[in-house]
């Protein structure tokens, strides 16, 4: 099972960008499908990107479609998510997961991390 951290977060204008960071142990992480989820205040944990083992299939959120790029290092045990035009309802905590499935649900999810807060102003 991987262990996940990420990192990357901060404040941001509306218009801006961030690249998070999710670094994984273990010496499986090419096998896993790997994913993005992001939870604002009041609101329920949505989903907004993920990435196959090999990078072949790379699901968005229609929202962040075009703005948002999804990429994994295996190498380095890491994937990214580049986060570009950022607009204010993109606020949110952003949390990294790792699964048995692209199709990313609660019963495919096996580890989730700590999540990095994201804060676009206006």
């Known amino acids: 099972q991987v262990q996940l951290v990420e990192s990357g977060g901060g404040l941001v204008q509306a218009g801006g960008s961030l690249r998070l960071s999710c670094a994984a142990s273990?010496?499986?992480?090419?096998?896993?499908?790997m994913g993005w989820f992001r939870q604002a205040p009041g609101k329920e944990r949505e989903f907004v990107a993920a990435?196959?083992?090999?990078?072949?299939?790379?699901p968005y959120k229609d929202s962040v479609k075009g703005r948002f790029t999804i990429s994994r290092d295996n190498a380095k045990n890491t994937v990214y998510l580049q986060m570009n035009s950022l607009k204010p309802e993109d606020t949110a905590v952003y949390y990294c997961?790792?699964?048995?499935?692209?199709?990313?649900?609660?019963?495919?999810?096996?580890?989730w991390g700590q999540g990095t807060q994201v804060t676009v102003s206006s």
């Open positions: 997961a790792a699964g048995s499935s692209i199709i990313m649900r609660a019963t495919t999810i096996s580890n």
């Open positions: 273990g010496r499986t992480f090419s096998t896993y499908a």
């Open positions: 990435i196959s083992g090999s990078g072949g299939i790379t």
